[in-house]
């Protein structure tokens, strides 16, 4: 079975790879675009990376240019000892000082959402605006115990014998089904490195042993941007709770959250052509565009 004709049309559009040094680490980032125009930035999840965005950036290039970055520890970007909520904003703000970007629209995924609440605090002047994308940034104070295991987050590395059995082991992280094989198939062969004849994950299975994470309430609270939602109206992890309590915290207008029906919280995934019209509706004021 042939790959939608949308797939197709909006891969041809290649990004540039670049890099620039953070600390002894190089980071890595994609970038689509060349013009004098306002800048998409965005941010992917945990055990995640720029390429995830392939076939979503592309439709923004007739208003935007778009970056897309590779936290440490992911990607192509190199890992660290230590990684934390500071070192990644750290990243985020040094790839924009690179690029000469001044502000800009940023998208943030699951964790990809409380790593920009916190460049957002630590670097207001960047942030115009902020779309968070079913991301936990803040939890209900009786809840905080049920979230503070990393547990289930630890991953071992696993190796294998060749790419196509890597691709075939590949996994969204929190599981979910998914309809969307030939998305999940795009992102999984930039997911893997080879060394030493066998392939695994690009992503370091021990970010989660030294991840520091803060307490996000008050600058959430605080922030100066304007912040919008989207979320998976089927959502395994972002219930109905965390909803409100994210809406009320962020004091979020009703006007600048959209639910997306289909979706898991893999929601560009599971809803790839909603989810663009939902961004591009939330950033016209809630006008759509063709």
Known sequence: MSNPEWFEKTIGFQAESRSVRVGDVNINYLIWGNDPKPFLFFIHGYCAHAHWWDFIAPHFLDSFNVIA???????????????????YSDEIQAVCSQEEVKSAIFLAHSMGGSIAVNAAARYPDLFESLILIDSIVVVPPDKIKDFSSRKSTWRQDFFYDSLDDAIKSFRLIPPQPCKNDFLIQHIANFSFREKDNTWKLKSDGKIMKTYDSQ?????????????????????????????????????????????????????FIDEPILFIEAVKKLINGGETSD
């Open 69 to 87: 970055i590779d936290l440490s520890g992911m990607g192509d970007s190199g890992h660290r000892s230590v990684y934390s909520q500071d070192l």
């Open 215 to 267: 307490d996000l309430t008050q600058g959430f609270m605080d922030l100066k941007c304007p912040i919008y939602l989207v979320y998976g109206l089927m959502s395994q992890i972002f219930s109905q709770e965390l909803l409100d309590y994210t809406v009320y915290v962020g004091n979020i207008p009703q006007e600048k959250i959209i639910g997306i029906p289909g979706a898991m919280h893999h929601v």
